[in-house]
């Protein structure tokens, strides 16, 4: 079946460093990739999708490009704020409009 | 527009009563997602609908839980009866059929004593 692995957190930063989280997945054939982000006290928000190989998606200064290779879409972001602390889900669905397979969730906290 | 709302945010019962829990989702989307929260296992999808049928209910840990789609507008997710490992925050979460992403409420923080 279809799987996501992502590191566990947590993951501490210092403002304006930069962040990495890993995602990999197990999937047949071409899956949509996505990152979901999740505040305190609220649901998951998309935060980026990609949709096929070497797609690179991106938002509020996150990328992540999808690698069919490796089968990996890593989170990246070059200076992360206080704002962006929350957790992150990396998640995969392979049919449209069909469920999303989500990882277990990356807890980061970015000290000022 | 709103976004998807679920009703209520918090839910505090004693073991053995029913709960139900609602879920508007936004207006037009076709597809509805209920999921569940734990520290323990994470994001878990209970069940999930497609114009109103229930499509896959795999997820739906017991006889115990049960849902409903019965309009295009309205969902609810009914444990009877509750136990203390029910508790968790769930989630509803709404799509358009399609390559569209998922808009979830704000949850429902359930606690069963």
């Known amino acids: 079946g279809n799987s996501v692995t992502q590191m566990e957190g947590p993951v501490t930063l210092s403002e304006e460093a930069f962040l990495t989280i890993n995602c990999t997945y197990t999937a047949t054939g071409y899956p949509s990739l996505f990152w979901y982000v999740q505040y305190p006290g609220e649901g998951l928000q998309l935060l980026l999708k990609?949709?096929?190989?070497?797609d690179k998606g991106s938002n509020k200064g996150f990328e992540a490009t999808y690698r069919k290779e490796t089968t990996s879409f890593h989170l990246e972001k070059g200076s992360v704020q206080v704002s962006d602390s929350a957790v992150y889900f990396c998640?995969?669905?392979?049919?449209?409009?069909?469920?999303?397979?989500f990882g277990g969730g990356t807890r980061v906290l970015v000290k000022p | 527009d709103a976004g998807v709302i679920q009703s209520p945010r918090h839910e505090v019962t004693e073991m053995g009563q029913e709960v139900t829990l609602r879920c508007k989702p936004i207006s037009g989307h076709n597809s509805l997602f209920w999921y569940r929260q734990t520290m323990m296992r994470g994001l878990e999808l209970l069940i999930y609908?497609?114009?109103?049928?229930?499509?896959?209910d795999s997820g739906m840990p017991e006889d115990r839980f049960s849902a409903k789609m019965p309009n295009a507008s309205f969902s609810t997710l009914k444990i009877q009866p509750s136990e203390p490992r029910d508790s968790a925050v769930y989630f509803c979460?709404?799509?358009?059929?399609?390559?569209?992403?998922?808009?979830f409420g704000n949850g429902t923080r359930l606690t069963v004593t």
């Open positions: 979460a709404s799509s358009l059929q399609g390559d569209s992403p998922l808009h």
């Open positions: 990609a949709t096929k190989a070497d």
């Open positions: 998640a995969l669905t392979k049919a449209a409009g069909n469920k999303l397979t």
């Open positions: 609908f497609n114009n109103n049928v229930p499509i896959d």
